[in-house]
């Protein structure tokens, strides 16, 4: 199994498998076709019909307003070509060559013989990407880190790509036994972190226990059970979804590493790696695993479990399936579309993030449209579209068990309270009743130290100890946080040396690498009220040159201004972090002009910095 961490590999599973047979195993992205930004451009409204001339194979794309969707061109009865249909007068379905079968491209599914197959959809990609935000599902696209149409550049085709195979999970299937009571038992920590007892085995999800999230925007709802540190070190395994700090926090992990630093930890072989700043972190981990996606990886002989991909953000966000006899537990965590959208129907339980809220849009914005009352119908629009999207995928898959979980975050710090105020969230009460109102599902709200059993749920979901709730006068939500470190860590920034030269500014963004991009920034350092720092740096970057001017350049340009927290960007600059401690921890204000979203700006400083930080020791050596 691959390691890009570096660090120490040893797999403590009883049945290992070699490099070679996972690698003949794992799931894999195949492109079919690319189109270029001309013939992007060309797409008609309703059906479009392309061959790739290389493979001769050919496919539809179906496109109106809110959708792009795309299927290969052939039936799934006998592998007839689809042709126009001119008897459909919506200009939506296509007819086989073979027994005139039909399909009807906007929802892929068959009308004749109707309720007979559904299409298999292909996943779609800018840029080289395996996602799509350009004309794509409006509901995809609601669900990312920002809510609008993204601004298309020269270089921007759009790649249709399959997975293979598409629903991994179907190797070696295997029926599910009797449970005996407190055999599976699922207890609920905080936020995404989950203690799954499996027979004799223990495993954890996403640990973020104590600190904040996203430098210091974001800070725990819940209390966690006093006991959490003990149910982590007496785990058998961790899994980790994805890099971002509410699930990969370094403060739970550092608690964690003093008392158990060969803990093996199990995340997914992401194209940024779960734990690229481990050694920038300063703790102490000796056991991580990078698991290839789609292959299951064998505990025990009733023990399995399978880590699979976001078809939006393949680079970084997976999700799991943990498997105990034959019984699946799916865990979507924070994937907009998990697996391209492909997932196992009737688990027995189902986990997802449900919340929203998660991005700095639109709530760090100002100018132009983006007024209070524009923003307040935003998101209350957005966080509706949220709940029905996750109870219609609820009722498609049909799990046993339900459970909202990876939203409960709150803006606690004072200077944060217009964000607290604005960025309302969706209630776990509220889904699920939505959920029990269209389906038979049944749910669970979970409470930190809640604990679920899965055998008795199965047998019964009416039995009384089916789930077991904290003991009355168990603190549920926090009404403090300790504040005072971790500030003091980001303060510690401020004053350091390398911001006493303000060839900084090059020396940085030089190592962060984007240029030839037609867009001009300007970067303000704030106090906590986003007003000028005394003393801080106010200047432009012009990505085109990768210059720094003086005044905007004079030719066309769009423009954006960023003013951010000196004590976060300061941090950021100095460690090589990631934007978003910047933008999804609410220290920015930002505006722009046009009011147009930078996919490619935003994804870089987002995902794509080197992965070794700024060598500021020669910076300093050169200026003295």
């Given at each position: 199994m691959s390691n890009r961490s570096g660090k120490s590999n040893c797999n403590s599973f009883e049945i290992?498998?070699?490099?070679?047979?996972?690698?003949?195993?794992?799931?894999?992205?195949?492109?079919?076709?690319?189109?270029?930004?001309?013939?992007?451009?060309?797409?008609?409204?309703?059906?479009?019909?392309?061959?790739?001339?290389?493979?001769?194979?050919?496919?539809?794309?179906?496109?109106?307003?809110?959708?792009?969707?795309?299927?290969?061109?052939?039936?799934?009865?006998?592998?007839?070509?689809?042709?126009?249909?001119?008897?459909?007068?919506?200009?939506?379905?296509?007819?086989?060559?073979?027994?005139?079968?039909?399909?009807?491209?906007?929802?892929?599914?068959?009308?004749?013989?109707?309720?007979?197959?559904?299409?298999d959809e292909l996943e779609s990609g800018v840029d080289g990407c395996c996602v799509t935000l350009?004309?794509?599902?409006?509901?995809?696209?609601?669900?990312?880190?920002?809510?609008?149409?993204?601004?298309?550049?020269?270089?921007?085709?759009?790649?249709?790509?399959?997975?293979?195979p598409p629903n991994p999970w179907d190797s070696d299937p295997r029926s599910p036994e009797d449970l005996a009571f407190g055999e599976v038992q699922i207890t609920y920590l905080t936020h995404a972190c989950m203690d799954l007892k499996l027979g004799d085995k223990r495993?954890?999800?996403?640990?973020?226990?104590?600190?904040?999230?996203?430098?210091?925007?974001?800070?725990?709802?819940?209390?966690?059970?006093?006991?959490?540190?003990?149910?982590?070190?007496?785990?058998?395994?961790?899994?980790?979804?994805?890099?971002?700090?509410?699930?990969?926090?370094?403060?739970?992990?550092?608690?964690?590493?003093?008392?158990?630093?060969?803990?093996?930890?199990?995340?997914?072989?992401?194209?940024?790696?779960?734990?690229?700043?481990?050694?920038?972190?300063?703790v102490q981990l000796t056991n991580i695993n990078v698991m290839p996606f789609g292959v299951w990886q064998q505990v025990d002989k009733n023990l399995r479990f399978m880590i699979l991909m976001d078809g939006v953000h393949p680079e970084m966000d997976t999700c799991i399936i943990v498997e105990y006899k034959g019984h699946k537990i799916l865990n979507t965590v924070d994937c907009t579309r998990p697996n391209g959208g492909r997932l196992p129907e009737k688990v027995a339980l189902m986990m997802s993030d449900f919340a929203g809220g998660a991005s700095g849009f639109p709530m760090t914005f100002s100018g132009g449209k983006f007024t209070e009352e524009w923003k307040a119908q935003f998101i209350k629009t957005e966080r509706k579209k949220l709940l029905n999207y996750k109870a219609q995928l609820v009722k498609d898959l049909q799990p046993r068990i339900y459970c909202p979980f990876a939203g409960y975050f709150v803006e606690s710090h004072p200077s944060d309270k217009y964000i607290k105020e604005t960025n309302i969230k969706n209630d776990p009460i509220q889904l699920n009743n939505l959920i029990k109102k269209n389906s038979d599902v049944?749910?669970?709200?979970?409470?930190?130290?809640?604990?679920?059993?899965?055998?008795?749920?199965?047998?019964?979901?009416?039995?009384?100890?089916?789930?077991?709730?904290?003991?009355?006068?168990?603190?549920?939500?926090?009404?403090?946080?300790?504040?005072?470190?971790?500030?003091?860590?980001?303060?510690?920034?401020?004053?350091?040396?390398?911001?006493?030269?303000?060839?900084?500014?090059?020396?940085?963004?030089?190592?962060?690498?984007?240029?030839?991009?037609?867009?001009?920034?300007?970067?303000?350092?704030?106090?906590?009220?986003?007003?000028?720092?005394?003393?801080?740096?106010?200047?432009?970057?012009?990505?085109?040159?990768?210059?720094?001017?003086?005044?905007?350049?004079?030719?066309?340009?769009?423009?954006?201004?960023?003013?951010?927290?000196?004590?976060?960007?300061?941090?950021?600059?100095?460690?090589?972090?990631?934007?978003?401690?910047?933008?999804?921890?609410?220290?920015?204000?930002?505006?722009?002009?046009?009011?147009?979203y930078h996919h490619l700006f935003w994804n870089h400083f987002q995902i794509k910095l080197p992965l070794t930080p700024p060598n500021w020791k020669s910076f300093l050596a050169h200026c003295s």
């Open positions: 290992p498998r070699s490099q070679e047979t996972m690698d003949s195993l794992k799931q894999t992205t195949e492109i079919l076709l690319c189109l270029s930004p001309v013939e992007v451009d060309s797409l008609k409204e309703g059906i479009n019909f392309f061959r790739n001339k290389s493979t001769g194979k050919d496919y539809i794309l179906y496109k109106n307003k809110k959708h792009l969707k795309a299927c290969k061109n052939l039936c799934k009865h006998q592998g007839g070509l689809f042709i126009k249909d001119i008897e459909d007068l919506d200009g939506r379905s296509v007819k086989c060559t073979k027994h005139n079968w039909k399909l009807d491209v906007s929802t892929m599914k068959y009308i004749n013989p109707p309720g007979s197959f559904c299409q350009f004309l794509t599902d409006y509901i995809n696209l609601s669900l990312c880190k920002e809510h609008e149409v993204v601004e298309m550049d020269e270089n921007n085709g759009l790649v249709l790509i399959e997975l293979n495993m954890v999800f996403d640990p973020w226990l104590i600190g904040p999230a996203f430098a210091r925007g974001w800070w725990l709802l819940h209390e966690p059970p006093s006991d959490w540190l003990e149910r982590l070190c007496k785990a058998d395994l961790i899994y980790i979804s994805h890099m971002h700090s509410d699930h990969l926090s370094y403060p739970t992990l550092k608690k964690l590493s003093a008392r158990r630093p060969d803990i093996p930890i199990y995340v997914g072989d992401t194209e940024r790696p779960v734990f690229w700043n481990l050694d920038q972190s300063g049944v749910t669970w709200t979970p409470r930190p130290g809640a604990t679920l059993d899965l055998g008795r749920m199965l047998k019964d979901p009416t039995d009384s100890k089916g789930i077991i709730e904290p003991p009355e006068g168990t603190k549920i939500y926090k009404d403090s946080w300790d504040f005072e470190p971790y500030l003091n860590t980001l303060n510690a920034a401020i004053g350091d040396e390398i911001f006493l030269h303000s060839s900084w500014i090059k020396e940085y963004f030089t190592w962060a690498g984007f240029k030839n991009y037609n867009l001009v920034v300007r970067m303000i350092e704030t106090d906590e009220d986003f007003n000028p720092f005394p003393g801080g740096y106010n200047y432009l970057v012009d990505f085109l040159d990768l210059s720094f001017p003086k005044e905007r350049p004079s030719r066309e340009h769009p423009y954006e201004e960023i003013h951010s927290r000196v004590d976060v960007i300061r941090h950021v600059v100095k460690n090589g972090l990631l934007w978003d401690d910047l933008y999804i921890g609410f220290q920015t204000r930002l505006q722009r002009d046009p009011d147009i």
